[in-house]
């Protein structure tokens, strides 16, 4: 599976995006879907996920804010970002995983993903 995110840019604070991460290949149905960040000088860190049956579960620090999508039929999930703060600038990360686990050590882990895209950078001004 190749994914390819895009939909990053620069917005203002209480702005919002959409991120849209698209799938190569027939199985898209079959993964589980998730988001996470990494910004500068920090590790990388879970924002979404979305299984094949079950979910979507968020990070806290953006539940209520962000939502996480998928639409099959398009091999496309997606990520809107509503009233964005400038803590939210990151390279965005989409990935893929096999395991449909729904358990949050299972699923907020980066070594448990088997497919990454090439990450969006999104930029919050104040």
């Known amino acids: 599976v190749q994914l390819q995110a895009s939909g990053g840019g620069l917005v203002q604070a209480g702005g919002s995006l959409r991120l849209s991460c698209t799938a190569s290949?027939?199985?898209?149905?079959?993964?589980?879907l998730g988001w996470f960040r990494q910004a500068p000088g920090k590790e990388r860190e879970f924002v979404a996920t979305i299984n094949r049956s079950g979910g979507p579960y968020y990070a806290g620090s953006v539940k209520g804010r962000f939502t996480i999508s998928r639409d099959n039929a398009k091999n496309t999930v997606y990520l809107q970002m509503n009233s964005l703060k400038p803590d939210d600038t990151a390279v965005y990360y989409c990935?893929?995983?096999?395991?449909?686990?729904?358990?949050?050590?299972?699923?907020?882990?980066?070594?448990?993903?088997?497919?990454w895209g090439q990450g969006t950078l999104v930029t919050v001004s104040s």
């Open positions: 290949g027939r199985t898209f149905s079959s993964y589980a």
């Open positions: 990935a893929a995983r096999r395991n449909d686990d729904s358990s949050s050590n299972y699923y907020a882990r980066t070594s448990n993903y088997d497919y």
